[in-house]
């Protein structure tokens, strides 16, 4: 089986800090997603990557930066967390390289709820 | 831009009877993916059933089911016979360039 972790179910931090949501799959995947998901809004794509090394924004990359150094890793960095930031945080994986991953299925992790205060 | 809606953002069904979830979405594309992914409470979200628009049947996956109507834009979900273990929060998604998910349907399933 799939399998995408994610290194904590709940964080909490402070205006101005820097925050690192680290995801982790075990199925050699080439494509690795950072999702958002808010209530009312679904789940908004903030970075992906479809190689090591390689990233390409979502929709809303602003205030974010991913770090993809190791094919089963993927970071997401939050280089100044401000309270509009609070939100579940979702890392996916799936098959596929550039451009042609989007039509196999993704493979979720559990989720990280971060609250800033 | 393209647009998934979903606009029911609760229901409820009765064990053993049987629901069926809208899904709308927008695009000038021809070939495109779409899905239903399943997220339990607490649990990490699932695919329920994928359509791929250039095919006209509509798929199945055991109590699931869709239907999928490419000229209006639509991709409903059906569960037939509602288990609890259905309760979750469905997320209907169009792949066209990215994944766009929409904004959600929370179904309940009451014994």
């Known amino acids: 089986d799939v399998k995408v972790t994610q290194s904590s179910r709940y964080l909490v931090k402070r205006t101005g800090e820097k925050v690192f949501l680290e995801c982790v799959q075990d199925m050699d995947h080439e494509n690795m997603f950072w999702y958002r998901q808010d209530p009312g809004l679904g789940l908004r794509l903030i970075y992906f990557s479809y190689d090591v090394k390689m990233k390409e924004k979502g929709d809303i990359p602003e205030g974010y930066s991913v770090s993809r150094e190791k094919k089963e890793r993927f970071s997401l960095i939050l280089e100044s967390a401000s309270t509009n930031q609070t939100s579940m945080y979702l890392c996916a994986s799936s098959l596929g390289g550039q451009g042609g991953g989007f039509s196999y299925e993704q493979y979720f992790g559990p989720g990280t709820r971060l609250t800033v205060t | 831009a393209q647009t998934v809606t979903q606009s029911q953002p609760e229901m409820s069904v009765q064990e053993a009877e049987t629901v069926t979830l809208s899904c709308t979405y927008d695009?000038?594309?021809?070939?495109?993916?779409l899905f239903w992914y399943k997220q339990p409470p607490s649990r990490q979200m699932i695919l329920v059933i994928r359509?791929?628009?250039?095919?006209?049947q509509n798929a199945t996956e055991n109590r699931f089911s869709v239907n999928f109507q490419k000229a209006a834009k639509s991709f409903s979900l059906k569960i037939s016979d509602s288990q609890l273990g259905d309760t979750a929060m469905y997320f209907c998604a169009f792949q066209g360039g990215k994944l766009i998910f929409g904004q959600g349907t929370e179904l309940s399933v009451k014994p």
């Open positions: 359509q791929e628009a250039y095919k006209q």
């Open positions: 695009t000038s594309e021809n070939n495109y993916y």
